[in-house]
Structure formats: structure tokens, C-alpha cells
């Protein structure tokens, strides 16, 4: 299992070159799938760019982009941008299920019934597919390093959006 954080600004590498793409900027996430879908880079000419999670693979440290992106792939990547920038007209980001780990982090999370639990720091995966597993939950610099975070297990969130996140009155800690 990993975290989101650990695969901020890492290298993203090409495979069989070992050439460095770009630095991992942010993660796509499907809400809806409890998945990532996605990574955006800035490439080291400084261009942004979104790549789709099964285009790369994480193995130790390393993260690789799997194969070459040839014309389908580039038009993959193309749609995958064009999907966010059109999720963040105000209209359509109610509705879209697609959001990025930063737009996610320091919101506030809130049972149904209107408990406050604190504010998102991170999300838990498993690397393999992608898979979240868990939302980690911070609820004040004191009470991390006397309790450590909670870590909420994903089924148990109901609604998940860049201004609210509720979790069910039953949540149970994921450890």
C-alpha cells in the first residue's frame, strides 16, 4: 500500500530508456470507482501533461511509463486533460466523479449526521491497480502525533466531492 504523497514530485521514468518524463504533480482519482486513473507530470520542458494510470508501473522507488505513447495513447492523454479542464467549470464539477488528491486535501470530512472527523491529508492505494483503499483523515497536528491520523476505509465514504466528504455514522478506523 501507498500513500499519495508518495509519489508526489517522484521521476516518472520511460522504460526502456530510463529517461526522466517528468515529476509526478497530482493524481486523477474516480470517485465513484474508489481508483486512480491518472497522473498529472510537468515534463522537464515545463509542459503539464496527464497520463492514464495503466500506461505506468510502480516498482520500488521507480515509477515507469510502461510503452512508448503513439498516436492512440497521445489522444488518451489528450482526452483525459480535456475531461479535467471541463470538470472545473463550476456547472459541470457537481456532476463529475473525477477529481485530483489536491483538490481533495484540507477539505473538511463529516459523518452523516454531522460530526466533524477533521480534514483529508492523503489517500491510501494499492499500487498495483490503483485500487483506494482508504482516505487518510488529520485531525490537528496534536492529535496526529499523540493518536496518529485516521485512516477511513473508502466504502465506508458516501459522498465524495471538492466541497463536501461524508462518511457513513458507522465508520470504523481501516487499522
Not at 515509477?63 to 480535456?82: F, G, R
Not at 449526521?113 to 489517500?123: M, P
Request: proline share 3%.
Amino acid at each position: 500500500m501507498l500513500k499519495g504523497r508518495d509519489l508526489l514530485q517522484r521521476p516518472l521514468l520511460e522504460s526502456p530508456t530510463g529517461k526522466v518524463l517528468g515529476h509526478i504533480t497530482d493524481l486523477v482519482i474516480e470517485t465513484e470507482k474508489a481508483k486512480i486513473t491518472g497522473l498529472a507530470i510537468e515534463t522537464e520542458d515545463h509542459k503539464r501533461k496527464k497520463l492514464l494510470w495503466n500506461k505506468i508501473h510502480i516498482e520500488d522507488d521507480l515509477i515507469y511509463l510502461t510503452a512508448k505513447l503513439d498516436e492512440a495513447e497521445e489522444k488518451e492523454v489528450d482526452e483525459v486533460q480535456e475531461a479535467h479542464e471541463e470538470q472545473e467549470r463550476p456547472e459541470v464539477q457537481e456532476e463529475s466523479k473525477s477529481l485530483n488528491l489536491s483538490q481533495l486535501r484540507g477539505h473538511n470530512v463529516t459523518t452523516e449526521s454531522g460530526k466533524e472527523l477533521g480534514e483529508v491529508g492523503d489517500i491510501i492505494f494499492d499500487k498495483d491497480h490503483g485500487k483506494i483503499v482508504a482516505l487518510e483523515v488529520s485531525d490537528g497536528l496534536f492529535q496526529d502525533l499523540l493518536t496518529g491520523r485516521l485512516q477511513l476505509p473508502w466504502p465506508d465514504i458516501i459522498h465524495c466531492t471538492t466541497e463536501d466528504i461524508t462518511v457513513s455514522n458507522d465508520w470504523k478506523d481501516a487499522w
